[in-house]
Structures are given as structure tokens and as C-alpha cells.
DNA sequence: CTGAAAGCGCTTACAG
DNA sequence: CTGAAAGCGCTTACAG
């Protein structure tokens, strides 16, 4: 019924050692004979001894513990994405016998809400932390990096001379736009449009600047009243094609959406308006979300790996922690067209 | 670039004070005139002073951590509502300014992992932890509980003479099998079958309790062959069904499904089977999952609030360990018919 | 190979 | 109202 109290000095006695000989035992120092050894650990394992984790980290070891800090206004439990990320998180940071401390920001300029992030940091409560869903070189970010913490931030821009202690893992967005562009002019489709994401994010940036891109060499144009905005969020999809339903009358025959959420609100809008998917219009997502398979129809998206790409940052995050990879600066992954039912031959 | 450095000496130094009377602006005594308060707040501010949290610990305070410790053997990333009850948690207690440190438990039986999950506490990184999907009265739960750690476990039966540090928090699983039952009883349904969750979890067992007296209440039978073994998860549901299509050829007219996954499971094998949902078989879930209201048909379910049910477990938890709360020991919520499509009348 | 001792950065009785 | 000092439970040079 009571809580253990047993602390070093007691193992310790109970061993017939001294507490340097304890603490020696506990982080495997080569130095200890292997009969003190067994007899130490024969005791801390009867008392079920475990060292206290503060008075580790007060001594000078690492809290073991990494922050992940989600940035999302939005509703972060309905995602299911997000759980991925969570989970790809603290499974990858487990195996390297590491910690996560979730914390999640719902408003990234309240000055207040930046202040307890940084509270984390200056607390030494984590030895470093992951940034989700931040706007490119979001400012408080920056700062931290400054000061020296060891951080990583997933959609971000590498600066011209990177610190040691930053990491930035990006998708190829620029890939995956060529291919959807690509895909539908294969398809016979000229008059494309886009649905854009968030114009803060990197990701935002760069996956419109791929879709100018592609459309160019493609030999395609660009029409300017169907480059819509929106903001990587479902609603925004949808708000996007009802006002070009409701407005324009000359009409896009392919989509390109900024991700697959955008893509689920624009053939929402769609079918409101008693057209088809992909028969009176092609929609194109990004990101393969777990939905998309089963929707209705069957969406055509570029796949990428969340599940990969956070457990590479995980492990290098880890790593420039513990010093190890310290040329590791950037992670890029590919992404590749997933052909489903979504857009038509025209 | 350099990271911080200063400590609470270097504060009491700068601001002409004591140490003791820097721990007492920070720690909000009483017994500081405001000039000196405002004197050594000051100061903090400008140097951007956070104590530092082992240390403090270590001297007597709270971690302000708790555990959330997530038992799954499968798919955990890929549940929705999985993210939503971790982004409950850390919302909750973020808002009482508690961090949360998550974990995943692949296997409640592996010793190593078990150990684990007791090294968490034995360290003193949590102040008490969260327990989701584990066995009922699972041994190594209550022995941490009986070791003194405060701990909350969702679905889970409480004791006779329960501890002061035991939360446990339950839905009222017996009224909503028996509106499930009630409700198909209504539309003219006597065949009714069931596919059960885990046997071994609290809500796996007083669920098809529920049925059994709810059928009992109504005048019916329930027909053996017709009670098939699941849990919890969509493939289980899959299986019971293809094996009772497999098999019988009395089948019955209504089925209820241990959860909505378990129902999407059985609604893709009648599918597969050429049948229609609700016209050959209505089926009937329970939870009330975020995608049920999307799903084809949109299923006829058992509203549950896991939201509310984590955000106050969260608060109970932590009141717990303030010592504020002592009295409450059990939290049950109740739930609700959200009648959709997947049921007929016949 | 091993122990005594200093030190990590706090908090909190204690004394004044 | 405030400071000096002890103590929280570890780790790690240092000396032997």
C-alpha cells in the first residue's frame, strides 16, 4: 500500500556497497567486477528498486523525453492523420528508449500559449522537440532554435546555413504535383484547377509552385479564377468549390487538391451541386489519407509516407540529442500517384 | 545560440535577494511585499527564468505529468477514435497545467513491457497515470495501484472496498444494449443476434450482459448460434459474419455489434455475401465512431461520449493527486440511440 | 576496483 | 519579511 521509498543509499546498504557503486551498476560502467555487479543488482531487483528520474536529470542525464507539439487550430482529434503522427512518434521514440510528451498548440501566435511551449524547453522537461503543422519559419520556433535547442519541424524550409541543432524533413511536393499534373493531361485534361493549402506552410508554397510548374511544362495555362484558396483543411475544399460553382460558369474539368481533406470538401460541394465525380469533374488529392480508399469515389491522390517520415525524424531528432548523426539536416521523402476512381478520361 | 543557463542563484543575485525569496515569488508566497515581487519578477522576465523542473521535483514538487497508457495490440494509429481520446486527455490536462506523457502498450502480458510501464512510475516522471483498453482488474494495474500510485482505468470494474487512489470510469453499457435491444424489439424483430466484444475488458462482458437481459425483458430468445465471439475490432466483426454466413442457414433478422467497428467488420461481410444492409439483416453498433454517421449504410448506433468521459477522468486524476477530490471513485456516463439507417422494420 | 565528497537547482522549515 | 542551511536522490571526477 505505500509508495516505494527505496532510494540508492538503501540499495547501497542492503548490497554492502557504496552508492557509487550502485549508481556505477545502474549505468553499466565497465569498472565493476561482475560478482558486485550481480550482487547489486540482485537487490535492486528484489526491492524493485528504479532510480528517480529527477534526481538522474539534476545530476546531468538526459530527460530521455522529447516534445511533440502539434499545431492545428482546427479540430486535431477528428484527424486521423494526426494520430498517425502521434503514434509514429512515440513508438519510434520508445524503441530508442525515449519519451514523448504531447502537447498541442491551438493558436501559434497567442503569446501566452508560445510562452508555455517555451516553458517546456526552458524546464529541460524534454532534451528536444518535433514541431507539426507550423508556418514556415514560424518565428517562436526560430527562437528556440536559436537558443540551442535541439529541434526538428516537419513542412519547413532549410536556411542557407543550417544549425547543427535544427532538423527539417519535407515530402517532395514539387514531385508530387508533377505527377498529378502529369496524370491528368494524360488524361486528355487541359482546363485544370487547384484548391491551395495553407500559403503559410511551406508545404502550401511549395505544392502550388510545382502545380505553375507542371502546368508549364505541360504546356498548359494556368486560369487564374480556378486557383482557389483554401487551407489543407476539408471545409476549405468545400467553401472553395462552392463559390466556383456558384460564380463561375466556365468550369475547370480537372481539380488538383492541396491534400486529400481538401479533396473530400471540393467533391462534397460537387455533388451538392448535382454533378459527378469524376464524370462531370476530376479530382486529384495528396497525402493517400486512410479515408481515401473508401470514399466515394475512390480517390486518386499522391501517396506519402507520414508513418516514415516520423520515425526518421524521431530517430535523428534522438540521435543529435545523443550527438550521434550530427551532418543529418534535412529528411526528404518521395511520393507517388495512386491511381483509384476519381478522375476520367476526357 | 547558447543555451540558457541561469538558475534561480543567478535571479536571487541580479535582483539583490535570496535564493529562498526567488522560490517564494515563484512559488506565489504570501509573505512577499509586492515591491520585492515585482523587483525579482522583473528580473525573471528579462532573462527568461524558468526553474527548472527535476530541481524541482527533486525538492518536493510535482511533476505535473501524467501517464496515458494505451493497450492495443493492433492498429492503434489508425483508430480515430483512438486520437480522440489522447487529445482529450492532453487538452484536459493541459488546461489544469499538467503535461502528459503517452505510451503505447502493444502487449499487457510481456514482462519486459510491464516493467516498462512500471518504470514510469517508480521513477516519479508521472504523478498518475491513465489506463485505456486494458483487461479488466489486469494484475499489474492493480498492483500499481496497490503500491499507492494514483490511476485511473477506463472500462473497468471497481472493487468492493476500493483504494482512495483508484479512479475507475465506465458507460452504461447494460442501458445501452438494452435500448439497442428495445429499439429492434420496436421495428418487429425477434431474430436478434450479437457479436461480442473482448471478453476479457469490463465493457466486452457487461455488454452482452445488457443483451442477454434486455432479450430476456423484451421476450426473447437469444439463439446460441446466433452469439458470436469478437473484439472490438472490424476484422472480428468480418469473421463472425463470414462464418455465420458460412455455416447457417437460419439466419438471424437483427445482429448487435459490440461497437461500430465491429458492426463496419459485419456489414462488409454481409456485403460480400451479396446481402443488404438493413433490407436482409439490420445491424445495430455501439460507440457512435466518427465515421459511422459517413458510412454506407449510415449506421443506427449507441451514442457514447468518450471526449467527456477522458476530460473527466483527466480532471478526477489529477484532482486525485492534489489530494482534492478524495470521494469520487467512479465515473459512468450514459449513452444514447442514434437511429440511422442500418436497422429496418420488418 | 571503490568510497567519500562535491554538485546538480530547487524548496522549505528554521531562526531571526 | 528574509536569509542561511539542510535536503531531495542521483552522478561523477578524484583519490587511493
Redesign the pocket.
Known sequence: MKKS?????EIARLA?????????V??N?????AE?RDKVLKVIEKYN????A???V????RARTIGLFLIDQGNVSSDILTNMLIVSVIEHASVLDYYVLTHIIRNAKDTEVIRNVREIFYQRRIDGGIFIGAANREPFIEQLIDEGFVVGVVDQELPDHPEPNRIVSNFNNDSGMKQAVAYLAGLGHSRIGVVNGDMNRLSGQTKYEGFKTAMRMCGLQVNPKWVMDGDFHETSGYNAIQTLLGIESELPTAIVAANDSVAFGAIRAIKEHGLLVPDDISIIGFDDHALSEKHHPPLTTIRVDFSAMLKRMTTYLIEKIEQKTLTVKEITLDCSLVVRESCRRI
Open positions: 521509498e527505496i532510494n540508492s543509499s554492502g556497497v557504496s552508492r557509487s557503486t550502485v549508481s556505477r545502474i549505468n560502467y565497465s569498472n565493476v567486477p558486485t528498486y528504479f532510480p528517480n529527477s534526481a538522474q539534476l545530476a546531468g542525464k
